[in-house]
């Protein structure tokens, strides 16, 4: 059987009729009779990567991609880790996709991409997370995401299969907070409402009742109410304007409503929502 060869592609400038040029990697794939075919994949514009380094560090994670049994003979960056995890394996929940990838480019990749993943220590990684200006819970939130990243790269097979390093890695005081939680008495909620104005003092009075959070209550729609039982069913949530499943799944319930909620609702629905049919 012919062993595959390691595909490092050549990098080519491409100009376009319309835009501006556009990088290009191609390499050769072989083919059941024997024969290469040469493929191209596009890196990206010349206005996102000005140079031609920059080029190849995007393009690194489609050498991956084309190389999955030989990457072992390639010294893989932790940023190029990055870019295949965000391309490939981030979690479907769009909150928590967007959460991952503002954290991973904010903190993980200044620091760590240009580093190869062998190079990544556990005790640099524990005093890096030391010297940043973060709640101990934020920063073992970074620890977290760098745990996942590195368990991704044993299943890719970037690295060997061992001990998560990032598991040596230790946040002091991660389990408690800087400050406890304000709670308001019943008199400052009240004066809280003095100073709202619909709709946002109707979807406070309803967090606050029946304890959502506040992606399920821009998440319900009239159809949601059943006047007649005095019920709400939470089923989706909105984050980032993207409607989508509750958190968990003990969010997604019928929840009682009670009389005096539920004129609040009925009487706010009459004035801004006549036409809109609840069950």
Partial sequence: MKRARYQFGCLQRKPRAKGPDVWVLRYRQAQPDGSN?????????????????????????????????????????LGALLDRYIAEDLPERNSTARFYVAWLNR????????YPLS?????????????????????????????????????????EVQANPMSLVRVKDCSKRRREPRVLTALEFLQLLRQLSDPCRTMSILAMCLG???????????????????????????????????????????????????EVLFRYQRGTAPEAKPK
Avoid at 107 to 114: D, H, N, Q
Avoid at 123 to 148: D, T
């Fill in 37 to 77: 075919r040469l493929h191209s994949v596009l890196v990206g514009s010349v206005e996102k990567y000005s140079t031609e380094g920059e080029a190849w560090k995007a393009a690194e994670v489609l050498r991956l991609s084309l190389n999955p049994d030989n990457v072992h003979q390639l010294v893989v960056s």
């Fill in 107 to 114: 903190y993980v990749r200044p620091k760590w991409g240009e």
């Fill in 119 to 159: 190079e990544v220590k556990p005790f640099a990684v524990e005093q890096w997370l030391k010297s940043l200006p973060l709640a101990p819970k934020s920063k073992a939130h970074i620890r977290s995401l760098m745990h996942i990243l590195f368990n991704c790269a044993m299943r890719w097979g970037l690295l």
């Fill in 212 to 262: 959502l959070r506040v992606s399920e209550v821009v998440g319900l729609q009239w159809g949601d109410f059943d006047w007649e039982r005095l019920q709400v069913m939470v089923q989706r949530s909105v984050v980032f304007g993207v409607v989508g499943e509750v958190k968990t799944r003990y969010s997604k319930k019928r929840m009682p409503l009670d009389p005096a909620l539920a």
